[in-house]
């Protein structure tokens, strides 16, 4: 079974940025992304990037949040820049394959205004 661990996150004051990573185990290349999650808010999909390099962004990150992945390391990045207090809420990594859905285990990302 895949794992993901997550590293990344924390606080920042709001124009900042941060950057979160994300390693799956095994060989296999997955499509890979990330959601977020505020309080009383449902999930929402943040970015993803597929095997071959296919992007997808809402509009609310469009401009300001870049995915990257290194197939070779199984790692996905994501650069948060121009960090809005609205983009606070926790981010979970999560990898695709062969219709199977994993998740990391989530990381804190702040901002304050």
């Known amino acids: 079974q895949v794992q993901l661990v997550e590293s990344g996150g924390g606080s920042v004051q709001a124009g900042e940025s941060l950057r979160l990573s994300c390693a799956a185990s095994g060989s296999s290349i997955y499509g890979m992304g990330w959601y977020r999650q505020a309080p009383g808010k449902q999930r929402e999909l943040v970015a993803f990037i597929s095997p071959g390099g296919g992007l997808n962004y809402p509009d609310s990150v469009k401009g300001r949040f870049t995915i990257s992945r290194d197939n070779a390391k199984n790692t996905v990045t994501l650069q948060m820049n121009s960090l809005k207090p609205e983009d606070t809420a926790v981010y979970y990594c999560?990898?695709?394959?062969?219709?199977?859905?994993?998740w990391g285990q989530g990381t804190q990302v702040t901002v304050s205004s």
């Open positions: 999560y990898a695709q394959n062969l219709g199977v859905t994993t």
